[in-house]
């Protein structure tokens, strides 16, 4: 593609439905790239994943817990009661 055929930067950037206003820009003297745009737009759909990362360990953690929790419940019933579970 040719420099001519290039969007603009705006063009570009509504087309990937971000706001420049909100884009920190790294370019010289801190104008926004093409590349600054592409991340602003992946943005969202990174912080979805880690959103997921965290509810996914979140769901491990209780049910590690909850395994703790009845092998714990457990081991309090077998001590109460040593007459029911000794073989």
Same mark, same amino acid.
């Given at each position: 593609?040719?420099?001519?055929?290039?969007?603009?930067?705006?063009?570009?950037?509504?087309?990937?439905?971000?706001?420049?206003?909100?884009?920190?820009?790294?370019?010289?003297?801190?104008?926004?790239?093409?590349?600054?745009?592409? %991340? &602003?737009?992946? +943005?969202?759909? $990174?912080?979805?994943?880690? #959103? *997921? %990362? &965290?509810?996914? +360990?979140?769901? $491990?953690?209780?049910?590690? #817990? *909850?395994?703790?929790?009845?092998?714990?419940?457990?081991?309090?019933?077998?001590?109460?009661?040593?007459?029911?579970?000794?073989?």
């Amino acid at each position: 593609m040719a420099a001519d055929e290039l969007p603009t930067l705006a063009e570009f950037a509504a087309k990937r439905k971000v706001d420049l206003s909100q884009v920190q820009g790294t370019g010289p003297d801190g104008a926004v790239t093409y590349r600054d745009v592409d %991340r &602003a737009a992946a +943005a969202p759909i $990174r912080a979805a994943i880690e #959103a *997921r %990362r &965290a509810r996914r +360990a979140a769901r $491990r953690e209780v049910e590690h #817990a *909850r395994a703790e929790g009845r092998e714990v419940v457990a081991r309090t019933i077998r001590d109460l009661f040593p007459s029911d579970y000794s073989s």
